[in-house]
């Protein structure tokens, strides 16, 4: 009872682990740093998924009034311009708006800060890229989470016990694909329908590796269930589900997911929408400021940056 109590919970760590960076390193997961203006810290995050049928706001916490600040953004994977975003600062809060995009459209972009004195470009390094998505209702949304944390819960549950001494295996191959059915292939295809107007987007159809990796834990535990029933010592093949199971879901979510090929959409999706709530009399900076935000922005789909320190 001891060892099985250890099992469960060690299952549950390397679950909860594996969820963690699976999310943290995957595509979706906002970009976040920090840089010093007049001696204050300025941390930022940026967005790089966002759901809904409204624009994407992107704000910079500064808490100082006389920091101007500018959004430069283009369509991902396209030949277009980069267009200029004011942003408005309220009380040392900057924040402007990107076009909203169809599901599966993507813009990168990146924030200009300049006092008149020192300006940067946040991030220092790449752009930043965000996928539009549609809103998916939390009635489908959370069972789907759920069932996919505890499908991978009980196929890590079931790797451990083939270290127990009189280890049993039928129980937990039944209920981890009971799990992978429900929460990969009836509520994850909803998922999918909500965000991305697409049921499946895996193989055959696309490259989703967030549905293609499902479909392979499905296989290796099918394969395994059988072997449990058939097969005197199951015991490698339900290790091995297992494995490739904890390996696949440490697959970055949203890996090669749903996106836009601009060049086969209509002209009404390009990236041209005007913010008129953004819209000020000036909307582009003057002089040094103007200059070296430029340098940066001829480098049409180039990452280097023209910021200072």
């Excluded at 994977?77 to 993507?106: C, F, I, Y």
């Excluded at 069932?147 to 549950?157: V, Y």
């Excluded at 451990?160 to 009836?186: H, Q, R």
Aim: glycine share 8%; aromatic share 10%.
């Amino acid at each position: 009872m001891k060892r099985s109590a250890a099992f469960w919970i060690l299952a549950l760590l390397l679950t909860i682990a594996s969820a963690v960076v699976q999310r943290v390193t995957g595509p979706t997961y906002p970009v976040s740093g920090k840089t010093m203006m007049h001696g204050e810290k300025i941390e930022f995050s940026f967005e790089r998924s966002h759901g809904g049928e409204d624009n994407a706001v992107i704000r910079v916490q500064t808490h100082d009034s006389s920091i101007r600040g500018e959004v430069a953004w283009k369509r991902y994977k396209t030949a277009d311009e980069w267009q200029r975003v004011p942003m408005k600062n309220e009380g040392g809060d900057l924040s402007a708006q990107l076009p909203h995009q169809p599901p599966g459209g993507k813009l990168q972009y990146r924030v200009l800060l300049d006092d008149g004195v020192e300006s940067f470009t946040l991030p220092a390094n790449d752009a930043v890229v965000m996928r539009f998505k549609g809103d998916v209702p939390l009635a489908i949304l959370i069972p789907h989470i759920i069932a996919m944390f505890g499908a991978m819960l009980l196929s890590t549950r079931a790797g451990l016990e083939c270290f127990a001494k009189i280890p049993s295996y039928k129980n937990f191959a039944a209920w981890t694909i009971g799990f992978l059915v429900i929460g990969g292939f009836i509520l994850g295809p909803l998922v999918q329908l909500y965000a991305f107007n697409a049921w499946w987007t895996g193989w055959p159809f696309g490259g989703d590796l967030t549905d293609n990796k499902t479909a392979i834990a499905l296989a290796a535990w099918i394969v395994s269930a059988i072997a449990v029933r058939k097969v005197a010592a199951p015991k490698n093949w339900v290790l091995a589900a297992s494995i490739i199971t904890m390996v696949v879901f440490l697959i970055p979510h949203s890996l090669f997911g749903t996106e836009i090929d601009y060049s086969a959409e209509p002209q009404h999706h390009a990236a041209s929408a005007e913010i008129h709530q953004n819209k000020p009399e000036k909307t582009v900076f003057e002089g040094r400021a103007a200059k070296e935000f430029s340098l940066y922005y001829r480098e049409v789909d180039g990452i280097s940056t023209a910021s200072r320190s």
